[in-house]
């Protein structure tokens, strides 16, 4: 009985040496996607990123280009289930495209705050309240 025991493992491990190591899991793509993005971030996500991070926004936390299932969104408050995207100037080519990944995030629980270039680079306040309004709407109570 030992004996294919030890037969079974063997065929797994070789088996195991045959799959091949260089095609990552999707998660590990979307991973190191988001953190390329991470550090190549358009002019008005630093402007947006600057205003999120460390819980500069009264005290929210939020992350930059996360992974969420096959799409990537700009910033997340996982806990309220919040994210926020900035729109560039590409974007009229994409509203297709978007539709689906909003049904797909909203699916999930998640609420989508848009903003363009434009707004960041004109009404940072507006857009400040905006997230806060919709950050305290979100959030579990008691907080």
């Not at 993005?37 to 009264?58: D, Q």
């Not at 997340?76 to 049904?103: N, P």
């Amino acid at each position: 009985m030992a004996s294919s025991s030890t037969a079974g493992a063997a065929r797994r491990r070789r088996a195991n040496e045959r799959r091949p190591t260089t095609s990552p899991r999707r998660g590990e793509v979307a991973r190191a996607r988001a953190k390329a993005l991470r550090s190549n971030m358009a002019p008005a996500e630093v402007v947006i990123w600057e205003m999120l991070r460390a819980g500069r926004l009264n005290g929210w936390k939020f992350a930059r280009q996360v992974p969420i299932g096959p799409y990537i969104a700009d910033f997340a408050a996982r806990r309220e289930k919040l994210i926020i995207e900035i729109d560039g100037r590409s974007h009229e080519q994409t509203v297709a495209q978007d539709a689906r990944r909003a049904a797909y995030l909203a699916d999930l629980g998640y609420t989508i705050l848009r903003f363009t270039n434009a707004d960041v680079a004109t009404d940072r306040d507006s857009i400040a309240r905006d997230i806060d309004h919709q950050m305290r709407l979100a959030a579990p109570k008691g907080l």
